[in-house]
């Protein structure tokens, strides 16, 4: 995108917002308008000099910075910005999927009022464009039941299966925040059962149900999936053949091997390190220490016996 | 005088008139932009300031005279005005909280239309709007520094029909290649955004993965014209599946698993588009896989909550997969 597009943009918007907002500081108006300070002071030099020709007093538009205050005299010419174009509304569809499992109804109708808003050439580029970017992500109709729970602030329970565990518990949490990582939809909250702030996945998750009672909020640390394959104590070995994943995945912490292949340390957390090796089918190999090599073994075994 | 100034300044004259604006007259009110210079010149320069306006969606249109008025331009302001689109509550808090969680991400194509258009949909909202208290992360890979331009040219250049000229690299071949690419979209799966387009050197719809291309050029040359079309039949979901073993690479074949515990009771969830079977106790999944490897190494990660039941070749390649990674860690079969 040129410059002169965006910052043309930007300037439209600006004067209708600062009229609707009289007297925004110019820090407030900078982060609104996501430029840094000195950008919007020039900006805003820029548009004094904005007129109708012939340029008498009268024709330009009336906005002036005082006290670090931005103020502009009603412009009925631009008393509100230009419409969506086609890919501003198509972006916005486009990020709007991500929460589509969440909110089927209310998505629909937003998406359906947001055409109607749009000139006819950006509908034709709003059409075409929206099938281009797919950002949908994979979930349950509950994770409205879970964003909801959050803005509300109201407790949640629900069966529970951590990884690795053979049977759910049942779970009584106070929801504090939803997010999607790499895919994957978690919540974080506070487990009231186990007094500490848990983190659950959403597709190990059932019987979810909002409760009537609500909470304040508690001070926590903010959420954080944990990433096993940060550095740690296990050493494992990769063969030539998915090295380069391997390298992708860690970056210069991937240790070069002479057969191409590469050598990595990650956590010792052994539920994870188990699955994790095993997912690779063979490519992988733990190197120490002995008692992670075992419960890899055994647990290739069990599997093995279990196929006959 | 500036061209954004002029381009502005336009703007200002346009909305206030009530009545067609001349040639004539535009070349009298910008003496300096449009009245000096030959006519093609200045003509050729009134055109692109005229393209890129409507590029910002200004409605600005030609209209012939007649025995009322005069040939000129004319700014329909019933078209350029913001209307209240009248969302819910529930409705902005969608919008708003998914746009600001891709915007926030780091890595979303087209950042800067959806910060305009989050812009625009909140201009009418009164008060602050909630903080939004939905996250994505991306990053499944390191080196991710160059993946947020590169989306956004790619979004530029789908957006305007562009060929793209990459430098890319994957594991399977590491050699960089350089290939002329129509950018059809974009698919976010996993934590990683693919592009898929037609490959001009292998002649066909090809998929890239976006944190793999090291370098990005868009075809520069007249850049309102498109290159290429997408086929009216291209699905982008089709080409980027939600799970590895949909990946297309083999040809496809049925697998039956057997799932126990709570993981019956997310079958749904876990194998997306799967066949969910319920038989008494335990749960059955029938799945239409195209990587075989990649689900029964899965399969194994999920060991013992989920078995392979059928075909007999799945269960043979299941057990040699098993045999490895106990061979590897010293087990005795």
């Known amino acids: 995108m040129s410059d002169v597009h965006e910052r043309l943009r930007r300037l439209l918007f600006v004067v209708p917002y600062v009229a609707r907002h009289r007297g925004v500081t110019v820090d407030a108006l900078a982060k609104q308008l996501g430029v840094s300070r000195e950008e919007l002071l020039r900006d805003l030099e820029l548009l004094t000099m904005v007129g109708r020709p012939p340029f008498q007093p009268d024709d330009f538009i009336d906005l002036h910075v005082e006290n670090d205050r931005v103020w502009v005299d009603l412009d009925q010419r631009f008393s509100k910005p230009p419409r969506l174009t086609g890919p501003e509304a198509a972006a916005l569809a486009s990020a709007a999927e991500l929460l589509r499992p969440a909110a089927q109804s209310a998505l629909a109708s937003a998406l359906a009022k947001l055409e109607k808003v749009l000139p006819a050439q950006a509908k034709r580029l709003y059409r075409e464009l929206g099938s281009a970017v797919n950002a949908r992500s994979l979930a349950s109709e509950e994770l409205g039941t879970l964003t909801r729970a959050v803005e509300e602030r109201r407790e949640l329970e629900f069966d529970y299966a951590g990884r690795g565990s053979t049977a759910a518990e049942r779970r009584h949490v106070e929801p504090v925040e939803v997010f999607n990582h790499r895919g994957q939809w978690y919540l974080y909250g506070w487990d009231l059962g186990r007094g500490s702030e848990r983190l659950f996945r959403l597709d190990r998750m059932t019987a979810i149900r909002r409760m009537d009672r609500t909470f304040s909020p508690r001070s926590m640390p903010p959420a954080r999936v944990p990433d096993p394959a940060e550095r740690g104590e296990v050493r494992v070995r990769f063969t030539a053949a998915s090295a380069p994943y391997l390298r992708e995945r860690f970056g210069g912490e991937a240790r070069e091997l002479a057969d191409g292949g590469v050598e990595v340390k990650v956590s010792g957390e052994e539920r994870w390190l188990v699955q994790w090796i095993l997912s690779f089918g063979g490519e992988a190999e733990v190197l120490e220490p002995a008692w992670a090599r075992e419960a890899v073994s055994r647990a290739a075994m069990r599997a093995l016996d279990g196929t006959r | ?333």
């Open chain 2, 1 to 333: 005088m500036d061209r954004t100034e002029r381009l502005l300044d336009l703007v200002a004259l346009l909305l206030d008139a009530h009545e067609p604006v001349s040639w004539a007259e535009l070349k009298e009110s910008f003496p300096d932009d449009y009245g000096s210079g030959s006519d093609e010149a200045t003509e050729r320069k009134f055109e692109r300031d005229k393209a890129e306006l409507l590029e910002l969606g200004i409605p600005l249109t030609y209209v012939q005279g007649d025995e009322d008025r005069k040939d000129g331009y004319l700014l329909d302001r019933s078209a350029y005005y913001l209307p209240e689109p009248g969302f819910t509550p529930e409705e902005m808090a969608v919008l708003y909280a998914a746009g600001s969680a891709a915007l926030a991400s780091g890595a979303f194509p087209g950042r800067h239309d959806l910060q305009h258009a989050l812009r625009k949909i909140g201009f009418f909202a009164g008060g602050e709007l909630a903080t939004p208290r939905v996250r994505m992360e991306l990053g499944a890979v390191r080196e991710t520094a160059a993946v947020p331009e590169h989306l956004e040219a790619l979004w530029a250049a789908a957006s305007a029909r562009k060929w793209v000229e990459i430098v890319y690299a994957s594991p399977k071949r590491p050699e960089p290649s350089t290939r002329k690419v129509d950018p059809y979209g974009l698919v976010l799966r996993r934590g990683v955004w693919s592009l898929v387009g037609f490959c001009h050197l292998r002649e066909g719809l090809r998929t890239f993965h976006v944190h793999r291309i090291r370098a990005l050029k868009m075809n520069a040359s007249k850049p309102r014209t498109h290159d290429f079309e997408v086929p009216a039949d291209f699905a982008i979901d089709a080409h980027v599946p939600h799970a590895p073993w949909q990946w297309g690479i083999e040809p496809p074949v049925e697998v039956r698993l057997e799932l126990q515990g709570p993981l019956a009771a997310q079958a749904g969830a876990h194998f997306p588009d799967a066949r969910v079977e319920r038989r008494g106790e335990h749960t059955e999944v029938v799945l239409r896989v195209t990587l075989l490897d990649a689900l029964l190494k899965h399969v194994l990660a999920l060991w013992p909550q989920a078995r392979v039941v059928s075909p007999e070749p799945a269960r043979a390649r299941f057990r040699a997969l098993a045999q490895a990674v106990a061979s590897r860690h010293g087990a005795r079969a």
